[in-house]
């Protein structure tokens, strides 16, 4: 008898521990944002821990509310799915139990459209919340035994006002098209259709590294250019799904649906591609939070007195350039006068291979009386003086023209204290190591990607671009 009863107690003991790691693992799992617990995991794990003998399949025991509803409690507590407890709480099975209409409003729900999360995905989700709007964050993606990607939806009991789908096409970060259109596929559920006012699709960085031009001598083969096959799997779907809405709801409410991109290679043959299929693409420039992080750098090293001089790196760069420039002086007015604008002209061989830069022209930026004025300067004026450069451009990838530019920035600017290279997108396809041959002494980059070891490297700067991405978006 007493040995039964020592068996079972460590029975009892083994199950209780059993149970304290399961949960360890679903309380840590939604609190990771590089790549959080996904919902169906975390739905069928407590259901298991309430009691389902099939938690696929049957629901947690009904004699377990009371105690769902803490654990509930304290899994979204300090999270941004602390909205959403009557939405879990039905997952769970507690259909009866739970509040099915009148459910407070969310203004804004976050929703992965790919396996882990985009790195700006979180950091949009705190900086809207710190504006005081409700918020929530989803991530129905996961995947099966064998890799394939599962995709599994909350059903939400309460109107959204904005949905904001944040994915990837870049597949050596983990992005994959076909990842997106599954998720899209949620939408066809006409009960979440319905709830939702409108549905942003947000794609941080956009095809791939030059997926918009040929990258090779022609006579190597036709290229089939990556930016206009991903425009039109993704639209295709939308458009399916849309069409499908319509019949089904014979006139019934359905989101409004856009795309959005941030700094986007050749964004006007991008929207165009998007234009053709019927769908609107905003390309979001973040210029004023990269320039404030270069000035607010600049101060901290007592270098704020020095002349600064913005390099454009070609032709096609000079919308981005000016901007950023532009947003640079803003931030610069508290002590600053004006800016220097060097413009850069190239020849290619082909996309990423530079055979010759020069300097084009320079420009001097200043604001007088509130308005912007442009005086044209030689480019042999300027370069005498001991100064700050600042180049610019869309992404650093193998860093070829971020050295060809500097090697020319240098070779005439024999008086640079400090350089700086400012980009959007820090693909690094070859590993971060690149950076280090470049002749840089700074790096700032926008934190669309998530490049492994870039984080660690003392003379870079990631900078975050959510507060573009919601002014772009009228979630402010």
């Known amino acids: 008898m007493v040995e039964n009863e020592r068996v079972g107690r460590r029975l009892d003991q083994a199950w209780e521990e059993r149970e304290s790691k399961q949960w360890e693992e679903i309380f840590l799992g939604v609190r990771n944002r590089g790549d959080p617990m996904y919902w169906r995991g975390m ?27 803490v654990m509930v409690a ?13 939405e879990i709480l039905l997952a769970l099975g507690y259909e009866r139990k739970v509040k099915i209409e009148g459910n407070e409003p969310l203004d804004v729900l976050m929703v992965s459209g790919r396996i882990g999360v985009e790195p700006v995905l979180f950091d949009m989700a705190d900086e ?20 394939q990607p599962r995709v599994v939806m909350a059903n939400m009991l309460r109107e ?40 942003d699709i947000l794609i941080p960085m956009f095809g791939g590294s030059r997926g918009d031009k040929e990258a090779q001598d022609q006579l190597v083969g036709w290229e089939a250019l990556e930016l206009k096959s991903n425009t039109q799997q993704i639209t295709a ?8 809405l319509e019949e089904k709801n014979s006139g019934g409410k359905m989101p409004w649906v856009r795309f959005a991109t941030v700094d986007v290679h050749n964004p006007e043959a ?23 992080a270069v000035w607010r750098n600049l101060q901290e090293k007592d270098l704020d007195g020095l002349p600064v001089r913005v390099v454009i ?16 002086l803003e931030a610069m007015l508290v002590s600053r006068a004006s800016v220097d604008v060097v413009y850069l002209d190239k020849t290619r061989i082909t996309a990423g291979l530079v055979e010759e830069a020069r300097i084009l022209r320079v420009a001097t930026w200043r604001v007088e009386n509130g308005e912007l004025v442009c005086e ?10 001991e100064c700050v450069v600042v180049e610019t451009d869309d992404m650093l990838d193998g860093g070829t023209t971020a050295k060809t530019d500097t090697r020319l920035v240098r070779k005439v600017h024999r008086k640079v204290r400090w350089l700086v290279f400012v980009g959007t997108h820090p693909v690094s396809s070859k590993g971060v190591g690149v950076l280090d041959g470049l002749g840089i002494d700074q790096f700032v980059f926008g934190n669309t990607l998530n490049v492994s070891g870039l984080k660690e490297k003392k003379n870079v700067e990631i900078v975050d671009v959510s507060p573009a991405v919601i002014r772009a978006l009228g979630l402010d």
């Not at 304290?74 to 009557?86: A, F, I, N, S």
């Not at 994915?167 to 319905?194: E, F, I, K, Y």
């Open 43 to 69: 739905v069928v794990g407590m259901r298991k821990l309430l009691g389902a003998s099939d938690p696929e399949w049957l629901p947690a025991n009904e004699d377990k509310y009371e105690r769902a509803k």
């Open 74 to 86: 304290e899994l979204v507590r300090g999270t941004h799915m602390k909205h959403l407890t009557e």
């Open 128 to 147: 809207l919340e710190l504006r005081g709007e409700r918020v929530g964050v989803l991530q129905p993606v996961g995947v099966y035994s064998d890799q």
């Open 160 to 199: 959204v006002g904005k949905m904001v789908m944040v994915a990837s096409t870049q597949v050596q970060r983990g992005g994959r098209v076909d990842v997106l259109n599954t998720v899209l596929r949620v939408m066809r559920n006409r009960d979440l259709a319905a709830k939702v006012g409108s549905l």
């Open 237 to 244: 779907m939308m458009q399916r799904i849309m069409s499908g």
């Open 270 to 292: 991008v929207a165009a591609e998007f234009a053709e299929e019927g769908f609107e693409l905003i390309n979001i420039l973040p210029g004023r939070e990269l320039a404030r």
């Open 313 to 328: 790196c070609d032709e096609g760069a000079i919308p981005r350039g000016e901007y950023f420039a532009g947003c640079l």
């Open 376 to 385: 044209e300067r030689g480019a042999e004026d300027v370069f005498e003086e």
